[in-house]
């Protein structure tokens, strides 16, 4: 593949769109379809027609680097305890309501928040602070989908994982080549209602839970994905029976289903923060549907970060916000029965940290 070319703008060329008439173009990277005329941007504001052609503006740019542990992601069967590089851009090509990095999901010029930064500086980065990988994440990576490809290419030939943490909001046609070099994803599957996807994200429901089925199914990709749990929106019983029902049945049990804590932000102040029994709640339901590992985040509990054996039911490992011990594994297999664990853990904690990274 290809690196983009720079354009004397400043701008680089886009993939995944065609021309139509007057000047207009559509974008195909995502089910929003964008048609935009010339000199305007689509949905996510990053992606814009300069004179009949598409051109994403943050190619080779970020609002910054930070080293985090691989929980925070979050994903707990990937290597856990090791640490990656993380970075985003600004943009989103949903709209939710609830937005906790909408500082930079939302905002429309960015040229303040960006630096400029070489792909091989990035790798270089996560090899000199001993992270296991890059994780494109803070804002939706499918967005600068371009600038995920040239960095992830990269970063496989240096023996380096690629993380996405997305919104699953791709298209078809998109997620084949983006895809190509990732290693894990975590999907935030928002909600399992239509309603709740039309009225919050402004976005639909089926293109998200088709991607999870294309990325388990089709793919060796890892998948875990995360439910923010939001009081009176998508907490009720029968939506969460139906969503861990599609997770078992559709996909896999043996995905990691992540239970996250709601907390007021963006345009949803006036709500309440998620109570530590709605997520143990859901844990229950999801395990009641076949699920074989739950968890919660983003609160407390002394149960939703443990990893316990779906065979013998023995915990092999246990984590403290970010420190991770698995003293009861060896390798990817349980240290009590032998059975194998689902995921990647090839490799030992380290002691965690997040940091700064200066750009």
């Not at 689509?42 to 985090?68: I, P």
């Not at 029976?241 to 990691?256: H, I, Q, W």
């Not at 996250?260 to 709640?281: N, Q, S």
Request: proline share 6%.
């Amino acid at each position: 593949m290809k690196t983009a070319v720079r354009c004397e703008s400043g701008y680089y060329p886009a993939r995944w769109w065609e021309p139509l008439a007057a000047g207009k173009v559509q974008c195909k990277l995502c089910p929003r379809a964008c048609r935009i005329p010339p000199g305007s941007h689509g949905f996510c504001v990053v992606r814009e027609n300069r004179a009949g052609k598409l051109y994403s503006k943050v190619f080779g740019r970020t609002t910054g680097l930070a080293v985090d542990p691989i929980e925070k992601k979050p994903l707990y069967h990937f290597y856990p305890g090791t640490q990656i590089l993380s970075f985003g851009t600004i943009g989103c090509n949903l709209g939710c309501k609830f937005c906790q990095n909408w500082h930079i999901s939302k905002v429309r010029h960015q040229v303040y928040l960006m630096h400029e930064i070489a792909a091989e500086s990035i790798v270089r980065k996560a090899k000199e602070h001993n992270c296991i990988g890059i994780a494109y994440t803070y804002n939706e990576p499918v967005i600068f989908g371009e600038w995920v490809m040239d960095i992830a290419r990269l970063a496989r030939e240096r023996g380096l994982k690629n993380v996405l943490v997305t919104n699953g909001y791709i298209s078809p046609v998109a997620r084949k080549d983006l895809y190509r070099d990732i290693d894990a994803v975590n999907v935030d599957l928002k909600a399992f209602h239509k309603s709740f996807y039309r009225k919050l994200t402004l976005s639909r429901l089926e293109p998200v839970l088709d991607t999870l089925r294309w990325l388990v199914r089709e793919t060796d990709v890892w998948v875990e994905i995360t439910t923010l749990i939001i009081p009176g929106e998508n907490d009720g019983d029968s939506e969460l029976d139906s969503l861990t029902k599609f997770v078992a049945r559709e996909l896999n049990p043996d995905v990691p289903v992540h239970f996250t804590a709601f907390h007021p932000d963006f345009k949803m102040l006036d709500y309440l923060p998620t109570p530590v029994e709605t997520l143990i709640r859901a844990r229950d339901i999801a395990y009641r549907n076949g699920l074989h590992y739950v968890y919660t985040g983003n609160i407390y509990t002394s149960v939703g970060q443990k990893t316990v054996c779906h065979h013998c039911g023995k915990m092999v490992i246990h984590r403290n916000i970010y420190y991770v011990q698995k003293p009861d594994m060896k390798g990817n297999r349980c240290g009590f029965c032998g059975f194998r664990i689902p995921g990647h853990f090839g490799r030992e904690p380290v002691h965690p940290r997040s940091q700064s990274v200066i750009v």
